[in-house]
C-alpha cells in the first residue's frame, strides 16, 4: 500500500488511486473510441454515413454504470472522511490561531510555538481559527486541511507515523503575505516532545514576566513588511523610526510628523489614519489582536531601533 | 453585389452604426470583438503570472502585484469573457438564425445588455487606476478580506454587479425568443442542440444572477457601513459570503460550460455527415445539468469548517450532476460511429474539447469525493481542474465555432492550413501548460503563491514554458481569422453541407436573416 507519513495518508491515497484507476479506464476508453472512429469512419473511406437517431438500451447502460460508479467513488470518499473527522478521545489537542501573516501553536499546558511540534505516533486535533481573515491550514505530506474562520473554531487530527520535518502552508489567500505564510510541522521523539514540551512550559508561563517586544515583532507577523535594517520592504523600515520626522498621508493630504510614542501606538491600532508617504494603505488593524501589554512591549522595542537613526539616509 | 447586414445602411453611420443597432447579428459581433480584447488581456495577464512563477522568490514584480494580476486575470477572464462568452457572442448572432426568426424578441433590450456589459466592463477597468489601486482578493472576493483590504474592491464589485444585469436580461431575452420565436414547424424536439444549451443556459442566467447582485451590494454595504452581515464580532459570518458566492457562481460554471456543449453537439454531426446520436439525452441532460448545477455549490467549501452532514450531501449530489456530463460525452463520441468524418478545423478542436474536457470532467471527481478533496482544495490541482474544464472545454469549443460560424458570419474562408497548425500549437502548449499544475497540486502547491519553496520548480518551468506555445498558437489563430475576413476566398452560403436554418439563408445574411421564413419538417440534423 502507499507509503504514508500519518494514519490518514493511505486511506486518502487510496480513495486517489481508486479515482484515477476508473478515470483512465474512462478517458481511454473515451478517447480510443473517438479516434478509431475519426480514422475508421473518415470520409475518404467511409463515404456515406449511416444515420444512427439513438439506442435506448445503450442510453440506459452508460447512464446506469456512471451513476453506479459515483456512487461507489462517493462511498469511499464519505467512509474515509468519515473517519478522517473522527477524533479519538486521546488525542493531544493543540489550538491554532492564524492570522496574517503567522501562524500560532498554542499547547494545554501554556507553551506555545510557531512551528507545530508533536509527538509520533500519538493522535493530535487541531482546533483552529483565525484572529482576522481567511485562512487555511494545510499539511499537503499529512493529507489534512481545514479553514481558519474568524469567530470559529474548525478542527482536523491525524497521527504522525514518522518523524521529521514538514511544509505547513496556508491555502486561503489572505493578502500580502500569504505565500510567506509557511511554516513547518516538527514530528519529535516521544522523548525530545516532552523535553522541549516541560521547558517550554515553564518559559512561557503567563504572568512570570511581560510580553518581549523582539519576539512578538518576529512572531505576529510584523517582519514580513517591516525590516530593522534599513531596506524598505512592503512597509517602511522600522529601523530608528522613533523620534524620526516623516511625512504622512492623513485622509489624502501630506503632512510631516515626528514618529512619537502616541504615533507609534496609532500606527498599530489604527494604521489606516497616518499612511507614511509612498507605502500602501493595506497595514491591518492590531485592535483587538494584541493585548495592551503586547502593545506597550512593542513601542517599547521600536524605540530601541533608534540608536542607529544616523545611519538613515534622511 | 448581394445586399447583407453589413452593407445595409441602417439609422446611423459609422462606429454608431454598431453601438446604437438593435440588430443580433451586430451585437453578437459587438460581443465578440469586446470579448476578444478582454481574452487577449486576460492572456496577458496570465503570461506575466506565469513568467513571475518561472523561479521562486521576485522574479519580476512585488508580492502585491502579482496579487492583483491573478485577481485581475480571475474576474477579466471570468466575468468579462467567458460568462458571456459563447451565447451573447455567438449566440446572438446564431440563436435567431438557427430557429428561424428575423431577431431576438427584445432587440432594444438585447442592445441594453450589450450597453450594460461594456459600461460595467468600463468600471471595472477604471478600478485598476483609481482610489487604493487594483483590487487584490481573487475573483471570488471572499471576506473578510476583501473588506479590509484598501483596495479599490468596491468599483470593481460594482462593475462585476452591472455585468451581472447584462448576463440575466440576455437569459430572459433568449428565453422568450425560443419559446416565441420559433420557425413554423420547429417543435421543441426539431431545435438545434445549440438551442436547447442556450435555452437552459438562459434559465440559469435569470434565476442565479441576481444572487450575485444581492451578495456584492452586501459586500458594498459592508465596506461603506460596516453593517456586519459577515463579521463575528457583529454576530455576522464569513461563511454567509462563501455560500452567497457560490449560490451564484457554482451554476455560472455551467453558464459557461453548457453553450459549449451545444456548440459541440452542432458541430459533430456536420462534419461526420450524419445525425446526432441521442439527441433527446443530450437535450435533456443540458436541462439536468442546469437544474441539479443549483444544488451542489457546497463542494467548493468542504474546508470552510460548513457542518459534516452538509458536506456529505453536498459531495453526493456533486458525484450526481457529474452523469448528465457523462451522458453527453458518450453519445458524442457514439455521434461519430459509422459517420463520414471530416477532419477539418472545428472538427479537431471537437476532438480536443472532448479528450480535455474529460481530462478536467474526471479529476473533478477527485474534487468531488471528500476525502481526497480535503487533500488537493486550494491547490494547484484546482487551478489544472478549472482550467482543463473552462479553457480545454468551452475556449476550445468557443474557437471550433468560431471556426465553424466564421464563413456564415464573415462571408469568406479562412486558411485551412494556418488554422490547423494553430489547433495543434494550442493543444500542446494547453497541455504543456496545465498538466504540471496536476502534479504541482497533488505535491500540496498552494494557489495564488507569489513564492513558492524551491522543490516545486521544475514543473513551474515546464508550466511557463507551455504558456508561450499556448499563446503562439493562439495569436496564430486569431491572425489568421482575421486576415481571413478580407484575404480569404468567398465561402459561399452553406460551405459545410450543415444541415440547420443558419446555413439556409446567405452568407452574410441579410438583415432580418431570411428571404422568407423557413417551414421546418424535419429534425435538425437530417441527411439523406
Known amino acids: 500500500m502507499v507509503h504514508g507519513w500519518t494514519n490518514l495518508s493511505s486511506s486518502v491515497d487510496s480513495v486517489f488511486l481508486f479515482i484515477m484507476g476508473i478515470s483512465l479506464v474512462l478517458l481511454v476508453g473515451v478517447t480510443g473510441a473517438m479516434v478509431y472512429f475519426a480514422v475508421r469512419y473518415r470520409r475518404s473511406r467511409h463515404p456515406r454515413a449511416e444515420n444512427i437517431e439513438g439506442n435506448l438500451p445503450l442510453e440506459i447502460v452508460w447512464t446506469v454504470v456512471p451513476t453506479l460508479l459515483v456512487l461507489a467513488i462517493f462511498w469511499v470518499g464519505w467512509k474515509s472522511f468519515v473517519y478522517m473527522r473522527t477524533v479519538p478521545q486521546d488525542a493531544m489537542l493543540v489550538k491554532v490561531t492564524a492570522r496574517m501573516w503567522s501562524w500560532h501553536f498554542t499547547y494545554e499546558n501554556g507553551a506555545t510555538s510557531e512551528v507545530l511540534k508533536i509527538p509520533v505516533n500519538r493522535p493530535v486535533k487541531l482546533a483552529i481559527t483565525s484572529a482576522d481573515v481567511l485562512h487555511s491550514l494545510s499539511i499537503p505530506a499529512f493529507r489534512v486541511k481545514e479553514d481558519a474562520v474568524p469567530g470559529r473554531e474548525n478542527y482536523l487530527w491525524f497521527q504522525p507515523e514518522v518523524t521529521g520535518s514538514y511544509d505547513l502552508f496556508c491555502t486561503e489567500y489572505c493578502g500580502m503575505g500569504h505565500s510567506a505564510m509557511i511554516t513547518k510541522v516538527e514530528v519529535m521523539a516521544e522523548k525530545d516532545f516532552n523535553a522541549w514540551y516541560l521547558e517550554a512550559t515553564g518559559k512561557s508561563a503567563p504572568g512570570k514576566a511581560g510580553p518581549d517586544g523582539a519576539k512578538l515583532f518576529a512572531e505576529k507577523g510584523c517582519s514580513a513588511c517591516h525590516s530593522i535594517d534599513g531596506s524598505p520592504k512592503v512597509g517602511p523600515t522600522l529601523k530608528g523610526v522613533f523620534g524620526h520626522r516623516m511625512t504622512v498621508l492623513t485622509n489624502g493630504k501630506e503632512r510631516e510628523i515626528t514618529a512619537d510614542e502616541a504615533y507609534l501606538r496609532r500606527s498599530l491600532l489604527d494604521p489606516a489614519a497616518d499612511v507614511v508617504k509612498g507605502f500602501p494603505p493595506i497595514m491591518p488593524s492590531q485592535k483587538g489582536v494584541l493585548t495592551d501589554a503586547e502593545i506597550d512591549a512593542l513601542v517599547e522595542y521600536l524605540k530601541t531601533l533608534r540608536e542607529h537613526e544616523h545611519e538613515r539616509e534622511h | 453585389m448581394e445586399t447583407n447586414f453589413y452593407n445595409t445602411p441602417g439609422k446611423h453611420k459609422g462606429i454608431l452604426a454598431w453601438v446604437l443597432s438593435t440588430d443580433h447579428k451586430r451585437i453578437g459581433l459587438l460581443y465578440l470583438s469586446c470579448m476578444t480584447a478582454f481574452f487577449l488581456t486576460g492572456m496577458t495577464l496570465g503570461l506575466l503570472m506565469r513568467l513571475e512563477l518561472i523561479a521562486p522568490g521576485r522574479t519580476l514584480m512585488a508580492a502585491s502585484t502579482y496579487n492583483a494580476l491573478f485577481t485581475l486575470h480571475g474576474v477579466i477572464m471570468i466575468f468579462l469573457f467567458i460568462i458571456p462568452g459563447i451565447p451573447a457572442a455567438l449566440g446572438n448572432f446564431m440563436l435567431p438564425l438557427q430557429i428561424g426568426a428575423q431577431d431576438v424578441s427584445f432587440p432594444r433590450l438585447n442592445l441594453m445588455s450589450w450597453w450594460f456589459y461594456i459600461i460595467g466592463a468600463a468600471v471595472a477597468i477604471t478600478s485598476l487606476f483609481t482610489g487604493g489601486g487594483a483590487p487584490d482578493t481573487g475573483w471570488t472576493f471572499y471576506v473578510p478580506y476583501s473588506i479590509r483590504t484598501g483596495t ?377
Open chain 2, 152 to 528: 479599490n474592491v468596491s468599483l470593481a464589485v460594482f462593475g462585476v454587479f452591472l455585468m451581472g444585469i447584462s448576463s440575466t436580461l440576455t437569459g430572459l431575452n433568449f428565453v422568450t425568443t425560443i419559446h416565441r420565436l420559433r420557425a413554423p414547424g420547429m417543435s421543441w424536439f426539431r431545435m438545434p442542440l445549440f438551442v436547447w444549451s442556450i435555452y437552459a443556459t438562459g434559465w440559469v442566467q435569470l434565476l442565479a444572477t441576481p444572487v450575485i447582485a444581492i451578495t456584492l451590494l452586501m459586500l458594498m454595504a459592508e465596506r461603506f457601513f460596516g453593517i456586519g452581515f459577515f463579521d463575528p464580532a457583529k454576530g455576522g459570518d464569513p461563511i454567509l459570503f462563501e455560500h452567497l458566492f457560490w449560490i451564484y457562481s457554482h451554476p455560472a460554471v455551467y453558464i459557461m460550460i453548457l453553450p459549449a456543449m451545444g456548440a459541440v453537439s452542432e458541430i459533430i454531426p456536420v462534419f461526420a455527415r450524419r445525425t446526432i446520436f441521442g439527441y433527446k439525452a443530450i437535450a435533456f441532460s443540458s436541462l439536468g445539468i442546469a437544474l441539479f448545477g443549483y444544488l451542489v455549490w457546497g463542494h467548493h467549501m468542504f474546508t470552510s469548517g460548513m457542518s459534516d452532514e452538509a458536506r456529505m450531501i453536498f459531495s453526493l449530489l456533486t458525484f450526481l450532476v457529474a452523469v448528465p456530463s457523462g451522458i453527453k460525452v458518450f453519445n458524442w463520441v457514439a455521434s461519430l460511429y459509422k459517420g463520414s468524418i471530416r477532419l477539418d478545423t472545428p472538427f479537431l478542436y471537437i476532438m480536443a474539447f472532448i479528450f480535455l474536457f474529460s481530462i478536467g470532467g474526471l479529476t473533478g471527481l477527485v474534487q468531488g469525493a471528500l476525502a481526497t478533496n480535503v487533500h488537493v482544495h486550494g491547490t494547484y490541482f484546482i487551478v489544472a481542474h478549472f482550467h482543463y474544464v473552462m479553457f480545454g472545454g468551452t475556449v476550445f469549443a468557443f474557437i471550433a465555432a468560431l471556426h465553424y460560424w466564421f464563413p456564415k458570419m464573415s462571408g469568406r474562408m479562412y486558411h485551412e492550413g494556418r488554422a490547423r497548425i494553430a489547433a495543434l500549437a494550442l493543444f500542446i502548449g494547453f497541455n504543456t501548460l496545465y498538466f504540471p499544475m496536476f502534479v504541482l497540486g497533488w505535491q500540496g502547491m498552494p494557489r495564488r503563491y507569489y513564492d513558492y519553496l524551491p522543490h516545486y520548480q521544475p514543473l513551474h518551468v515546464v508550466s511557463t514554458v507551455g504558456s508561450w506555445i499556448l499563446a503562439t498558437g493562439i495569436l496564430l489563430m486569431l491572425y489568421n481569422l482575421f486576415r481571413s475576413l478580407r484575404t480569404g476566398e468567398k465561402a459561399g452560403d452553406n460551405p459545410w453541407g450543415g444541415t440547420t436554418l443558419e446555413w439556409k439563408t446567405s452568407s452574410p445574411p441579410p438583415v432580418e436573416n431570411f428571404e422568407k421564413i423557413p417551414e421546418v419538417t424535419t429534425g435538425p440534423y437530417h441527411y439523406q
